[in-house]
């Protein structure tokens, strides 16, 4: 026979359940309010909270993280960044009428850059001046010129660099000429040219002094060229600043009577005649819309 217990705390045993039903009977008068008043919210349920545009805004700043639909805020891109890929998103359309009819000498391709070496020549009052008047001559035998973007002295082809070659060609350029020192070039006489194409003619203005100088600053920039597998300057170059050009051969019209007119403008000038002058002090290398410039000892 098993031994019977007693609690000595009976009433201990009731108090835990005195709750429960106490929330049972107020469970079932809110049904009856439901009932009898649908629009009577539920006093013992939870209030949810509700979401404001103030609420939204401090998630957007904070960054909180929430279900698929919360708005986030999006940081932008540095244009440092934008810039490396700005050539790779843009489509290339090659229009000849932005660039006054020119054509290409070599197809436009994506990561390719036309590149160039040249002796800037900063132009005086009266070179743009005496520039009018041989533009007006050349007019008058049927040659419309059009004037130079730019005035420098040409010491390389065009040629293409890749992208990834463009920083190991700047770096062979500025050991090659590192002993070259500054130097003086003259021009005085006109002289007609045209590119290989033969779709581009120019009236430029022949070097008579500074030549030998010139000679030695395109030997070393040929080094590099040859280091790179890249086509080198002329053999026997007419160094000459570009005056004027353009579209088409005009060679035979500028030629002869024309170009001995021009020389006389050039040679009757107000203050005697007239020369260019260049003080030699710094290269530049033009690769696509980058400049690089090589000062001169």
Request: hydrophobic share 35%; with cysteine; net charge neutral.
């Amino acid at each position: 026979m098993r031994p019977t217990y007693r609690s000595s705390h009976p009433q201990r045993m009731l108090v835990n359940y005195s709750s429960s039903s106490s929330d049972e009977e107020n469970e079932v008068v809110n049904r009856k309010r439901q009932k009898l008043n649908p629009d009577v919210k539920d006093a013992s349920a939870p209030r949810k909270r509700e979401f404001t545009t103030h609420d939204s805004e401090s998630r957007v700043t904070t960054g909180a993280v929430g279900h698929q639909g919360d708005p986030r805020k999006v940081l932008p891109l540095p244009a440092r960044v934008l810039e490396m890929f700005g050539d790779s998103e843009e489509e290339h359309v090659d229009d000849c009428s932005q660039h006054g009819g020119r054509l290409r000498a070599f197809e436009h391709e994506r990561g390719n850059w036309a590149t160039y070496i040249y002796l800037p020549y900063e132009p005086e009052d009266v070179f743009l001046e005496l520039l009018d008047e041989l533009l007006s001559g050349a007019a008058g035998h049927g040659v419309a010129l059009v004037r130079a973007d730019e005035f420098h002295i040409s010491l390389s082809k065009t040629v293409v660099l890749h992208h990834h070659w463009i920083q190991p060609f700047v770096r062979s350029l500025r050991t090659g000429l590192a002993p070259c020192r500054r130097f003086v070039c003259s021009a005085d006489k006109l002289k007609v040219y045209s590119n290989h194409e033969k779709t581009r003619t120019f009236l430029g203005m022949e070097v008579y002094a500074g030549h030998s100088q010139l000679l030695e600053v395109m030997r070393r920039i040929n080094e590099t060229m040859e280091e790179f597998s890249l086509c080198t300057f002329y053999k026997n170059p007419s160094f000459h600043v570009s005056l004027a050009w353009c579209v088409g051969d005009f060679t035979a019209k500028l030629q002869d009577a024309c170009l001995s007119e021009l020389q006389r403008l050039v040679d009757s000038h107000e203050a005697g005649p007239f020369q260019i002058r260049l003080n030699c002090r710094e290269l530049r290398c033009k690769t696509g819309n980058k400049v690089f410039l090589f000062p001169l000892q």
